[in-house]
């Protein structure tokens, strides 16, 4: 466990075949186990599987950052040919909540971080999806097409799928924790 924790690393290539559902669907059962505020685990799962499926949730969003601004630096590198949102992953894995559960940030990213170790155990790459979290809060075409309801918001997202070619041998560097007893 400590190996894992200490050698997972964001994955930014993906090979364009998607994982097996089965295992998708194992680490999100298992995330089930993760700590939750009084064991409600009021939070839910979108799967976007396939890159084709991927693509489109991709090109709702883009055409949201051309329309109205946001997170402008997207279209640029999109451009240019560079994929910063789903990073051309063939699974985008998103957590979302009612927003009025007990713990509508906590218990999301936790099991959210749960399911990434399980997935990154069996070989998977991840990549956190912060583009597509913050885009998905304003745009009511992309929050739809992920099933989210009114009244409810994307807590968090991550890509996984099959790095493409990309390794880390070594344990990165971390400065030491600021720690204050009491």
């Known amino acids: ?33 993760a700590p939750s505020g009084k064991n409600r685990r009021e ?24 329309e109205t601004g946001e997170a402008p630096e997207l279209p640029r590198f999109e451009a240019k040919g560079l994929d910063l949102l789903t990073c051309g992953a063939p699974v985008v894995v ?17 099991a959210l971080e749960t399911a990434e170790l399980m997935l990154v155990s069996k070989g998977l790459g991840t990549c956190w999806g912060g583009y597509m979290r913050q885009i998905t809060g ?3 075409e992309l929050k739809a097409m992920l099933g ?14 099959i790095p493409d070619g990309v ?14 007893w009491f």
């Open 1 to 33: 466990l400590e190996k894992l924790v200490m050698t997972r690393r964001s994955v930014r290539h993906f090979k364009p075949e998607a994982p097996d559902r089965a295992l998708i669907q194992w680490a999100l059962q298992r995330a089930g186990y």
């Open 43 to 66: 939070y839910h799962w979108s799967v976007v599987y396939g890159l084709e499926r991927v693509r489109a949730v991709r090109a709702v969003a883009l055409r949201h950052c051309q």
């Open 94 to 110: 998103a957590i979302w909540t009612p927003d009025d559960c007990l713990n509508p940030w906590l218990d999301p990213v936790i």
């Open 138 to 140: 304003h745009c009511p």
């Open 148 to 161: 989210i309801p009114e009244g409810a918001s994307m807590k968090a997202c991550m890509m996984t799928g």
């Open 167 to 180: 390794r880390f041998p070594n344990i990165p560097y971390r400065p030491e924790p600021d720690i204050f």
